[in-house]
């Protein structure tokens, strides 16, 4: 019997692999994606980047554009610290066009610090303060709820579907809702009910939007998030297998002892998102600071608004943009570091 061999030909292009093929066809088959990146992201990165360069004004297309350099940018950092004596006067130490920020005074030394723009300074100032005192207190009080939540009790499904009901509301709603309960006399439900306790005098209410404008916000952003906080790391404590608890416990292991050597280490990769999340949100903080403050205190995010809306200074407002963006991507670099080493 006669075998006959088949032989295919060899075309042209045959000779790629089957893993070369599939990164081409998902090549192609994401090149709409990439597209629409480009349109809706890119670009007004990019725009806004090179408008950063320039005076150009806001919402005004008959006004020249000339391009300034890094004029913007020798404003945003221009600070000047210097000492100053008791007695010296102001125009002889700073600089011409800066402005005094504040004065203090440090191992016996009075110093001057001064800036050629001393609101963004101080939005700097705020949203960092802001950042680490409400991301702090949300890490504590959501790992407090999660750890009670993630208890057997009764009524526990309530309870978690409870919580997430300030996370639920809008933030502008619950914003305009806290403006209101911190008005600055009894009429403030915050005020009530210090003035019922006892606790202050209702003749003297307490100012808070005024007198303490960070805690303000803080209040507020603590009271809106610490439920999405408790809820991430309800979900990472969940994953804990509970035969670790009961071995240690056998083991004559404390509560405290099998928190600090189960729990804590066993959480810390969910506890790391958590912080990128919230950390990487509350240094974009916008419309708590616009809605509960006063614009003399302001976030790097409504410096930013008001500069480029009130002042028509959209040349100006680039070069904030692209250090706020500067800001957050160092911050996501750092994070995403110590999740990958606590990973690993």
């Known amino acids: 019997m006669a075998v006959t061999t088949m032989k295919s030909k060899v075309t042209p292009g045959s000779g790629l692999t089957l893993t070369k093929r599939q990164a081409r066809l998902a090549m192609i088959m994401l090149a709409p994606t990439f597209f629409v990146l480009i349109l809706i992201a890119f670009y007004p990165l990019a725009r806004t980047f090179t408008s950063s360069f320039t005076d150009e004004p806001f919402a005004r297309p008959e006004v020249a554009i000339n391009n300034v350099g890094l004029a913007n940018y020798e404003r945003l950092f221009g600070v000047q610290l210097a000492p100053f004596p008791e007695g010296t006067r102001l125009r002889d130490v700073i600089n ?11 191992f016996g030394t009075r110093y001057l610090l001064a800036a050629s723009d001393p609101m963004w300074l101080q939005s700097i100032i705020n949203t960092v303060l802001f950042t680490i005192i409400s991301v702090a207190l949300e890490l504590l009080i959501g790992l407090a709820v999660a750890l009670v939540v993630n208890t057997q009790f009764r009524g526990r499904g309530v309870m978690r579907a409870v919580m997430l009901i300030p996370w639920a509301i809008p933030t502008a709603i619950s914003t305009v809702l806290w403006r209101y309960m911190l008005n600055d006399n009894t009429t403030g439900a915050l005020n009530a009910v210090l003035s019922a306790l006892g606790i202050i005098d209702p003749a003297n209410s307490i100012a808070w939007r005024s007198q303490y404008p960070l805690l303000s916000v803080i209040i507020v ?43 804590l280490p066993l959480l810390m990769p969910t506890i790391l998102i958590a912080l990128i999340f919230r950390t990487l949100d ?30 028509y200074q959209y040349g100006y407002a680039s070069a904030i943009g692209v250090l706020i963006f500067i800001i957050i991507f160092a911050f996501t670099i750092l994070y995403m570091s110590l999740l990958r080493v606590e990973v690993d």
């Open 221 to 263: 952003d603590v009271w809106k998030t610490v439920p999405f906080m408790a809820l991430l790391l309800l979900a990472g404590l969940q994953t804990i297998s509970h035969d670790l608890y009961e071995a240690a416990a056998v083991d004559g292991a404390s509560v405290s002892q099998r928190f600090l050597r189960i729990t």
């Open 96 to 106: 011409p066009g800066f402005q005094r920020v504040s004065t203090f005074e440090l």
């Open 282 to 311: 509350a240094l974009r903080v916008f419309d708590v600071f616009y809605i509960l403050l006063p614009q003399t205190t302001r976030s790097m995010a409504t410096h930013n608004y008001e500069m480029m809306v009130s002042s």
